[in-house]
């Protein structure tokens, strides 16, 4: 990966090289440039052999000589220069923070700002970071936090002036909440645990982590809290990183799996992070329609799916990442032709302890799906 | 259809019966158009415009409709309606203004403006109602005899009662309303009667059109063009086109003798072996007996069963289209717009059989699109069926949802809502299949909203060609302003950002590069821009 951790000079060269390469062109008596790789969706594709979605090699550029891009391309260098600013100051703020300190008139008898909207300024936020190679945390910009961390787990974090040790495994009933950023500022201190398990929902972490399941079985346990936050795909990243098997535990249905096939894959959006915050080498514990078979209570417990959940399967039938394994072709279609699904809740219709049992067995005879 | 069944001839003379007029339309005002303040209005200008515009047009002359609204010291509004039409026999007058569905209209079937026949009579009785006053008339025939009366309706004989009857010397012609109501309000929203004029103006370019508004102030909608339209043509009914109510009605007026030779003389394209087919499908009803004796459900049945039935589909000739020149006319004269471009469609038909033809045009520039509190002008979309403005319920509109269809980002338009485009669609057809009484939208039939959207689709890629012909063709002074707006900015940040030269030095190097090589640049520039468009030209046409 591109930055080390709590060293910004590394990107803030990139920054003052982009600008310099600009001096340098107008120097020259040229327009000065900005190139980076494409994002829509044409130039998303997934590499096979490593297992993730990336951005393709379609290239953009724009150039301030042309009516068309001057307006774009002068914003970028504010959105860039402000980043600057940020990483000197060693202050952060969110993309929103940026927007407002972007949004003021031109002057000089200028009528219009220099942005007006934050949808003009997020976009140019993405690109610096695909022209830079870089995540917008490397350039002072946090997203909200979301997900949840218990486990043997010891890190060191340098912010705001103080340095912190945060043990994972003294964090009560709440966990410890994982910040946009990993990298910067953050460093592992210890990691002593034999695999990580990702569980889709608060409730079900709430109950291994009531359950002590970490600490009997030696895992991290995470929770995304649905959808998972870049901080929290990245954090698993990590953890992958030291050879840590990574298991995931979602409902049975598309909106579940499908979050699963975003911490293993990456998504669309996020193309342009590719290996940063994909975990190809995840692994799938459950729910499966097939534990219907294995566990007949679940029969009982299914509920109806609803359009969304079935759109959704549709839509994870087109993509050739899915239909390459035969497993999921077969649960997917499963889930639309019976319109049922199974909540990971379900698992404590026979008593409340069961979840951590499923997935004790699930391990010990390695049913998993890829 | 239980609403249309209201609506219809027979059964309201029925109702006539059992209630009095005055019962019947407080009972069915609503659907008559006379719902709320500002609508009531709208209705009421409008009877009076369309009954003036068709008069006009009957009689080969190129209409002038003066409309003149004035708020009375006791809170009513006085309604002054004057045109230079043929004006109205004496002898017809009463027949015309003050009996309910007696027009001329109502017994013919062919593409006309007002297709109900509550017409002028509605208002006169709604007036009376209101106020308590009687309506007056004045007509000329043009013949150097112009005559008076007051009008008021007997309304519990539904019959004209005249007063105040006098003839005097006079070269006036035309017909001349005067009338007072409550209950009703002006106002310019977008339903009101100063955009109700304007828009029939642009749909009705042959039309001189004055608007004297409450406050005293003038507005001429300008004639722009000599030509009148032409007549529409008296065509026979296509089956697929008629509603249990129709048939009802049409059957009790016939002569026929019997229902099969009924069919058969009043329907296009219906043979006897065609009502065989219908009578082995119905044999409930007796197809030998009298029409006048069908009843509603026997002609339910009947209805239903030809819309099984395979028909060739009407002839199109009856169709009276405004004309793509006739609109483009009208909308540069009403909007002054920078660009116009009007679609030329050929007809389609719907339900199998009933013909209609879509007539789009786009308008941007000018006083194209709807002002917006105080941030310029947004987008805006003009319904018509035939030449008639729809003003009311444009959520539930076929035009509307054909509008909201368009991808407009792909037309560079990047925000319709806040760009200045007018939309202009008419629907031409002998049925206007309306969602309801009130006829103010059209169904959204799905071949009838397709057929909206290309049309629309057509002139938006016309619009588009001139928004980017609009950049390229841009002097070169203007392109320079634009990107000079930019250069204090990005040399000041450009400075920060690369952490060397100085904001001054930047500035001076750029604003000499624009200065002095922005020609050529600009030229390599077009190039790529030229290319680009064409590219997404064809992309447009495999997508459609």
Known sequence: MKKKSEDVTPVLKKLEEL????????????????????????????????????????????????????????????????????????????????????????????????????SESNPLVEDLEVALDVKREDLNLNTDRKGVVAGN????????????????????????MIPSDVDNGMEFVSVDAEYVLVVEKDALWQRLNEDKFWKKENCILISPKGQSSRGCRRLIRKLADRKLPVLCFTDCDAWGWY?????????????????????????????????????????????????????????????????????????????????????????????????????????ENKKFLP | MEEEREINGSEIFKEFKEYSVVEFFKKNRQMLGFAGKVRSLTTIVNEYTTNSLDACEEAGILP??????????????????????????????????????????????????????????????????????????????????????????DVKSNQPVITNQMEFMGNFRGLRVESEFADVKYDKSEHGVYEYLKRTAMANPHAQIT??????????????????????????????????????????????????????????????????????????????KAPKDLKWPEAEAVVNAIKTLKWIAPPTDALRPIGSDQIEKALRNILAPEFVSVSNRKPKVFRGGVPFVVEAAIAYGGNSGRARNDEGRGGDIIRYANRVPLMFDAGGCAITEAVKNIDWKRYDIKDFESEPVTVFANFVSVHVPYTGTGKQAITNEEEIVEEIR??????????????????????KETKKKIIMRYVKELSMDLSDLAGESTPADIEKKLVNM???????????????????EVKEGEENEKEE
């Open chain 2, 64 to 153: 002038e409709v003066m409309v003149k609204i004035e708020e009375l010291p006791d809170g009513h509004m006085k309604v002054t309606i004057q045109d230079n039409g043929p004006g109205i026999p004496p002898s017809h007058l009463g027949k015309a203004m003050g009996m309910m569905l007696a027009g001329t209209k109502f017994h013919r079937y062919m593409q006309q403006r007002g297709q109900q026949g509550i017409g002028g009579a509605g208002c006169t009785l709604f007036s009376q109602m209101t106020t308590g006053k009687s309506t007056k008339m004045r007509s000329g025939l043009g013949d150097g005899k112009v005559h008076e009366c007051d009008m008021k309706i």
């Open chain 1, 19 to 118: 600008g310099k390469d600009m001096v340098e062109d107008i120097g020259m008596g040229e327009s000065p440039k900005f190139e980076c790789l494409l994002r829509s969706r044409s130039n998303i594709v997934y590499d096979e052999d490593a297992g993730y979605i990336k951005l393709g090699d379609k290239r953009e550029a724009r150039t301030f000589l042309n009516v068309g891009q001057a307006k774009k391309f002068m914003q970028t260098v504010a959105v860039a220069s402000k980043c600057k600013k940020f990483l000197k100051e060693n202050s952060h703020t969110s993309i929103r923070g940026l927007f407002y300190q972007l949004k003021f008139t031109l002057g000089d008898n200028v009528d219009e700002e220099l942005f007006s909207e934050q």
């Open chain 2, 454 to 475: 290309y049309a629309i689709m057509e002139v938006a890629r016309d619009m588009q060609v001139y928004l980017r012909g609009k950049i390229r063709e841009m002097d």
């Open chain 1, 259 to 363: 979050i699963y096939w975003t911490i293993k894959t990456g998504s669309m959006n996020l193309a342009y992070l590719g290996s940063d915050i994909a975990t190809p080498e995840a692994k799938f514990i459950g729910v499966t329609m097939k534990d219907i078979i294995d566990y007949d209570f679940l029969g009982k417990l299914t509920i109806k799916t609803k359009d969304v959940d079935l759109k959704r399967a549709e839509e994870m039938l087109t993509y050739p990442w899915i239909t390459a394994h035969k497993e999921w072709v077969e649960e997917l279609k499963t889930v639309l032709a019976t319109k049922k699904k199974i909540e990971q809740d379900a698992l404590q219709g026979p008593r409340l302890s069961f979840v951590g049992e499923y997935v004790r067995e699930k391990i």
């Open chain 2, 211 to 288: 608007l004297m508004e409450p406050t005293g102030e003038k507005h001429v909608f300008q004639r722009a063009s000599d030509k009148i339209p032409e007549k529409p043509a008296e065509i026979q009914p296509h089956p697929l086109g008629i509603t249990t109510g129709d048939l009802v009605d049409i059957a009790h007026r016939t002569d026929s003798r019997k229902l099969s030779s009924f069919l058969v003389n009043t329907f296009s394209r219906m043979s006897s072996a065609k009502v065989e087919e219908l009578a082995k499908l119905v044999p409930t009803v007796n197809f030998e």
């Open chain 1, 153 to 176: 787990l010891v890190l060191r974090d340098k912010f705001g002036g103080a340095v912190d040790e945060i043990d994972c495994s003294k964090q009560g009933r709440s966990g410890w």
């Open chain 2, 514 to 532: 624009i200065e002095t090589k922005y020609e050529k640049i600009e030229g390599e520039a077009e190039e790529v821009e030229k290319v680009e």
